[in-house]
């Protein structure tokens, strides 16, 4: 069952999979995988930094397989009509980053930024610009 799991997320890297996003693709495979079982594996994934979990505020959690590669976590662009989520690479926070770690004698590992707003297909459906 955590194969088929881990497999969900390594077949859509893309995207930001939540609890019931995963039970609806694994489902196909393993037919008798329940929502408790995917909650608990993504749990344990998430401890094990196999998967990282985020929140965007709708009350869902959401995963994305953790590539180490990455020094920083990507941000992301949240629409708050359809609730797609879009990774956006650029790191404009590194001089941020250095003011505040001369400043406060703090050590920054990481950081994440989130921006919500509204997508393109959300913005022609309400007629917006």
């Not at 069952?1 to 489902?27: C, G, K, M, N, Y």
């Not at 770690?101 to 913005?123: P, S, T, W």
């Amino acid at each position: 069952q955590r194969q088929v799991i881990l497999q969900a997320f390594l077949d859509h890297p893309e995207e930001h999979l939540s609890a019931e996003d995963v039970l609806a693709i694994v489902r196909t495979k393993v037919e008798t995988l329940g929502l408790a079982t995917v909650y608990r594996t993504l749990e344990l994934f998430s401890e094990l930094s196999v998967l990282h979990k985020m929140d965007f505020g709708d009350g869902r959690s959401r995963y994305e397989i953790n590539v180490a590669s990455d020094s920083h976590y990507h941000h992301h662009l949240v629409c708050q009509t359809c609730g797609t989520v879009k990774e956006f690479d650029d790191d404009l926070l590194d001089a941020v980053e250095e003011a505040i770690m001369k400043k406060e004698n703090f050590k920054i590992v990481d950081h994440q930024l989130k921006f919500f707003g509204f997508c393109a297909d959300c913005q022609k459906k309400q007629g917006k610009k």
